[in-house]
């Protein structure tokens, strides 16, 4: 089983509200993938956690703000977000975040957010 | 700065026919390579992966890599209309004690029937 889940799978916020996104893993993985995809584009990573522990933050801006409770969940926190942010959210997972072996990595259905 | 070229395409082969996708790489110490599909409007899965030089078979796929050439490519035999995605090409590399997909930009299939 190599199931991802997301929820919500449509999102449509104005730029004042605050909500979360929510990603779930129940494969043991112990690396997990916050990613953004707008149309015609490949996903653009925005945060890598290993571990339950941030590894990675591509720069992105403070308005987005990921969250690791446990080794299955994976949450994005959004404020303030700005038009320009509507885009197809990916959550992704992969067994082990070692740096010299490249696991397979999972990606779940995704959060279309729409901000107005 | 770790690159993945793909032709964008886009690419139309006949039903039942050959569809042939293609990969560059820039970094030569890549190890493994990945193939997703994606369907318009959905998240990208996994179809292949290939981590040694030569082929990989898994029913009408077909995976060949190169590292000499730095190259990968997908293979599609009876290519169907339910083929008719955006292939993604992805190669990971280390950084900061994780690792990271690089993607290619996606070649766009279309299989007309």
């Known amino acids: 089983d190599t199931e991802v889940t997301q929820t919500p799978k449509h999102l449509v916020m104005g730029m004042t509200n605050k909500k979360s996104l929510k990603c779930e893993q129940h494969?043991?993985?112990?690396?997990m993938y916050w990613y953004k995809q707008k149309a015609k584009k490949p996903p653009e990573l925005m945060f890598v956690?290993?571990?339950?522990?941030?590894?990675i933050n591509e720069s992105v801006p403070s308005r987005f703000s990921p969250e690791c409770p446990n080794s299955s969940l994976l949450n994005l926190h959004l404020h303030a977000l700005q038009p320009e942010d509507s885009a197809l959210y990916l959550c992704?997972?992969?067994?082990?975040?070692?740096?010299?072996?490249?696991?397979?990595?999972?990606f779940g259905p995704g959060t279309r957010l729409t901000v107005t | 700065q770790k690159e993945v070229e793909q032709n964008s395409g886009p690419l139309s082969v006949p039903e039942g026919a050959i569809a042939s996708l293609n990969c560059t790489y820039s970094?030569?110490?890549?190890?493994?390579f990945f193939w997703y599909r994606q369907y318009s409007g959905k998240s990208p899965e996994l179809i292949m992966s290939?981590?040694?030089?030569g082929d990989k078979e898994d029913g009408r796929f077909t995976a060949q890599l190169n590292k000499a050439s730095q190259y990968v490519s997908l293979l599609i035999r009876d290519s169907q209309p339910s083929d008719s995605a955006t292939y993604l090409c992805?190669?990971?590399?280390?950084?900061?004690?994780?690792?990271?997909?690089?993607f290619g930009k996606g070649t766009k299939l279309s299989v007309i029937p």
């Open positions: 992704a997972s992969s067994q082990e975040p070692h740096w010299d072996i490249s696991y397979e990595q999972y």
């Open positions: 494969m043991g993985h112990r690396a």
């Open positions: 956690y290993s571990y339950e522990k941030l590894s």
């Open positions: 970094d030569r110490g890549s190890q493994s």
């Open positions: 290939i981590y040694s030089n």
């Open positions: 992805a190669v990971p590399y280390s950084g900061a004690g994780s690792y990271q997909l690089t």
